[in-house]
């Protein structure tokens, strides 16, 4: 039974997190507070040796970039979230930082690299080679006010080092309604514990940090929305950059809201599909509504087409402003570099889909 968490009527915010062992079906607490949820990942950094721009540096902030080798036996791989940090002096290089994707740069590989955004060639290095960033102290989850379980309640008793370690863990997120908003694993290891101020039942529970990976501070504006609940009205991402669109969809995918019945006709504003996020929150949004996923990436948009989110074949869609999406989208890069037309493929997924597509 999971402990009932008392409301804080200081608080704007009731947003509700469970620490819960899945695997053994148990919960280890539930608060309404968490810090360190926040932060700054570990990021990569990276020196490009003889650096020749194709685009203005300043224009990756925040963008996925992929480090195509020139060695075709060699896979390209993906930084998130890059940013060119500038050129030292007297050099011809270039520094950029970034989150690695799980498989990182081809061991020690140090030849030429190009380097694109999906959009466009940003340009080349004749070497680079990985900068290893001054140790980070990382800083830990604390868990305020956690109303223990009690598989929980008895850990701290035993005094044993292994009664530190939850193990692998789920802290469940839900928003201002109750609703489930999101989740994230994390290696549970308990560094510290002390008695909580509100309340004499409770604890302050303060997580390992190097165990977890927190979200991105740019993304906390975003988070903070959902705690809320999901958007009311369609085109609530609109404003946002490209870096913080794919925060949005992140949640949109995790929230996956689809309570609308399956219909046949559907209508996509189109005036803000600038990039690959933006296609799949308007589409999202076409289907189910404010909030509304339809699919993240082409895959997953084929999966929706199956007919378990909000839609059943045959259907038609009215695509308002369609230029715009033609004219961002026709000439986009695979992560190799090839040149395809993205405006297109997702129109023939669609129509393989049963999704009669009309273009205004």
């Known amino acids: 039974m999971i402990p009932t968490v008392h409301e804080d009527k200081s608080h704007r915010r009731r947003v509700r997190y469970t620490l819960a062992d899945e695997e053994h079906g148990h919960v280890w607490g539930v608060c309404a507070e968490v810090e360190g949820l926040f932060g700054e990942p570990q990021r990569g950094t990276y020196e490009l040796f003889g ?17 195509v080798p020139d060695d075709e ?5 993906l930084l998130e979230d890059a940013e060119s940090i500038g050129q030292p002096l007297k050099t011809d290089s270039l520094v950029i930082t970034g989150l690695d994707d799980y498989e990182g740069p081809p061991e020690g590989h140090r030849g030429r690299v190009r380097i694109h955004d999906g959009r466009c060639w ?26 223990l379980g009690e598989q929980l309640r008895a850990r701290p008793m035993k005094g044993t080092r292994r009664a530190l370690d939850l193990e692998l863990a789920t802290l469940l997120i839900q928003d201002d309604r109750g609703v489930p908003l999101t989740e994230r694993r994390l290696w549970a290891r308990a ?8 309340g004499t039942d409770r604890i302050d529970l303060e997580l390992d940090g190097e165990l977890f990976t927190p979200v991105p501070e740019y993304a906390r504006p975003i988070w903070e929305r959902w705690f809320t609940g999901p958007p009311s009205t369609k085109g609530a991402w609109a404003n946002l950059d490209t870096r913080r669109r794919g925060a949005w969809l992140e949640l949109v995918r995790e929230h996956a809201r689809r309570d609308r019945p399956a219909g046949h006709a559907y209508e996509l504003d189109g005036r803000h599909v600038t990039d690959e996020p933006g296609l ?3 589409l999202g949004e076409a289907v189910n509504g404010a909030g509304g996923y339809f699919g993240g990436g082409l895959g997953a948009v084929d ?34 570099g090839e040149v395809y037309d993205l405006f297109g493929v997702i129109l023939e997924i669609l129509a393989e889909g049963g999704m009669h597509v009309t273009l205004a």
């Open 280 to 282: 799949y929150l308007a």
């Open 303 to 336: 999966d929706c087409l199956g007919g378990t989110f909000g839609y059943t074949a045959p259907a038609t869609l009215l695509w308002r402003d369609a230029a715009t999406a033609r004219d961002h989208l026709s000439q986009t890069l695979t992560p190799d």
């Open 191 to 198: 560094s510290a514990w002390r008695p909580s101020s509100s």
């Open 73 to 77: 036996t060699l896979d390209p791989w």
């Open 122 to 147: 940003l340009g080349s290095c004749r070497e680079f080679a990985r900068v290893l960033p001054p140790e980070q102290l990382q800083t830990p989850l604390v868990l305020r006010g956690l109303a």
């Open 51 to 67: 650096w020749v721009a194709q685009a203005e540096a300043r224009g990756w902030l925040g963008n996925r970039v992929w480090l």
